[in-house]
């Protein structure tokens, strides 16, 4: 099984997960500083702030591109609910 390494900028932690983990599922064991409300991309309380590595990211679904835009943020956040980690990336906390 395919590997990725996910960086949480914020905390200065990196670990080591299968490829087409959730960056949800990843933050909350880490205790990265990302906030979460519904879990299903309406609510954008997960706003995550992309470094480096967004091409190893999925795609962004029509739910997350509609959410987003309501929160009018720049091209390299992502929602951590609806993104799958594919490779290297580093993230943190929107506006943290």
């Given at each position: 099984?395919?590997?990725a390494r996910?960086?949480?900028?914020?905390?200065?932690?990196?670990?080591t997960?299968?490829?087409?983990?959730?960056?949800i599922?990843?933050?909350?064991?880490?205790?990265?500083?990302?906030?979460?409300?519904?879990?299903?991309?309406?609510?954008?309380?997960c706003?995550?702030?992309?470094?480096?590595?967004?091409?190893?990211?999925?795609?962004?679904?029509?739910?997350e591109?509609?959410?987003?835009?309501?929160h009018?943020?720049?091209?390299?956040?992502?929602?951590?609910?609806?993104?799958?980690?594919?490779?290297d990336?580093?993230i943190?906390?929107?506006?943290?």
């Amino acid at each position: 099984m395919a590997k990725a390494r996910l960086t949480f900028a914020d905390i200065g932690v990196s670990v080591t997960v299968p490829a087409g983990t959730r960056i949800i599922e990843v933050s909350e064991k880490v205790g990265s500083g990302i906030a979460y409300g519904c879990r299903e991309s309406d609510c954008g309380t997960c706003l995550t702030t992309v470094e480096s590595g967004m091409e190893h990211l999925s795609e962004k679904s029509p739910y997350e591109i509609a959410t987003l835009a309501g929160h009018n943020v720049p091209a390299n956040v992502r929602l951590a609910c609806q993104t799958l980690v594919l490779g290297d990336a580093v993230i943190r906390p929107y506006g943290g």
